[in-house]
Structures are given as C-alpha cells and as structure tokens.
C-alpha cells in the first residue's frame, strides 16, 4: 500500500471516528461499555464502529441459551465469542466506513487477495491503536473490564483479542 496514501486516509478516517464517537456518547450519555469495536471485512476495506454495553450483552446471552440453540452457549469460550461478535451488539453500527474505493483496491493490488487482507488489517488495527491514544477514547465510559476489539469477519474472538491488545500497547509492529 502507498505509504501517502495510507496516511492520509488513517488521519481522515481517524477524524471522522472521533468526530462519531463523540455525537454517539453525547446521544447515549448513560451508557457505559465494556468494548469499543471495529468490525471489519478486510476484502471490501470497510468498517463498522460498533459498542455494548454489559447489559445488551447479558439479554443477547440470555437470548441465545434459552433458545432453539442454546447448547451452543454454555461453555467460556462459547460466551466470549458471543461476547465479543461485534454483529450481535446492540450498537452494532454507529458508523460505516470504507477505507478505500474498489477502484483503489483494484490499482494497489490487483488480484492479490490474500496481500490485500493482510495490509487492510494492518491498517485497521494501526487506526485502533491511533484511536485508543486519542481523548475521545479516553472519554468512553468503561466497565472495569473494558477490551477493544479490531476484528475481521474471519478471524477467531481469542486472537483478535490478543492481537488488539498488543497493538494498542505498542507490543508488535505493523
């Protein structure tokens, strides 16, 4: 990816997160959250900024194991990825973005699909880290258990967990 044009578009895409964040919290003032969450979909470069809360999780777990499936909710691993599978938040989609066009997906990588995901990931998780630095995010009210989340529609709940985690600490390069 073009290094000019990546800049340009994380301090762009960066402004307009802080800039829906804000108008979001002043919406919901009561509110307090346990995760702050870009969903992404790394093959058409968009993102969906998403939140919940403790008690919209708590109703959709409920939901789910007293359900035609509720076998599939029992266990830890089962609740975590409920809990942190963005689609199923009651402030699923605050904002959407698309980080790039198709026109420059396809004149950045042509075909390359799999080079493609990687470097928009990268760059998901660099605006995660760029967000998470910001006062905006500071101003987030958090549960004590609080854990942001940057993560493609593929990728494994544990991992990117981890990965978001160590990104925003600064733990790994990008």
Known sequence: MRKNIKDTKLQELLNQIVIDTQKFLRENPTLQFYSVGFDCNAEYATILLCFNTEEAFQETLKYYQNGKFGDLYQTEEQILDLRFNT???????????????????????????????????????????????????????????????????????????????????GNTTL
């Open 87 to 169: 689609g199923d938040w009651d402030y699923q989609d605050v904002s959407t973005y698309t980080v790039f066009s198709e026109e420059e997906l396809t004149e950045m990588y042509g075909d390359n699909y799999e080079k493609m995901a990687t470097e928009m990931m990268d760059f998901n998780y660099q605006l995660m880290r760029k967000f998470s630095q910001t006062t905006c995010y500071e101003s987030i009210p958090k549960t004590d258990n609080f854990k942001p989340i940057c993560i493609d529609h593929e990728d494994d709940v544990d991992y990117a967990l981890a990965k978001t985690e160590q990104v925003i600490q």
